[in-house]
């Protein structure tokens, strides 16, 4: 099965402020698709070309690993952004948050930390552990929690130089706080509370 790039789930300058039209071009048109045209090009007549995205990530290696796997923290997380201003969690997913960091504004000072301190490139993540806890981790490349058995990831931010540096060039830790403000949280409510 051929993977396709699915357009955006919002205009072009819909994130303005925290990520540019220019970016999320680059990002979505250029970046996502190469990553998704290799996937398809390394599973083309293998075992693999009738998995689904996330099953390929799990039980590859190598460069099929690193451009399925992208291709799935890419999707993930364009879905994760809305253009509905200064959203906050609700309910049961802010009662979490609360209880592993202290406070709403304590968390995201731990996320973005956490993601300025990821060397090279990566991810940050916050993620739903095996035991139900919450948890913020970094991950290099392309790795993703999908391949931790029990870890749900809820939210991520791109930290590669790609996503951030034609808005804020060197500045990681402004891109990444400038994010909060388009944060699509019913969208990771969602992902919280799927029963896996
Ligand atoms: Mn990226």
Redesign the pocket.
Known sequence: MAFELLPLPYEGDALKGAISSNTLFY?HDK?LAAYINNTNNLIKDTRFATMTLSEIVKESEGPLFNNAAQAWN?IFYFESFSPQRGQEPQGELMEEIKKSWGSFDKFKEEFVKLGVAQFGSGWVWLVKDSDGKLIIIKTPNAENPLKTPGQVPLLTF?V?E??YYLDFQNRRGDALQALWDVVNWPKVEERFSQKL
């Open positions: 990002h970046h890419h791109d590669w790609h996503a």
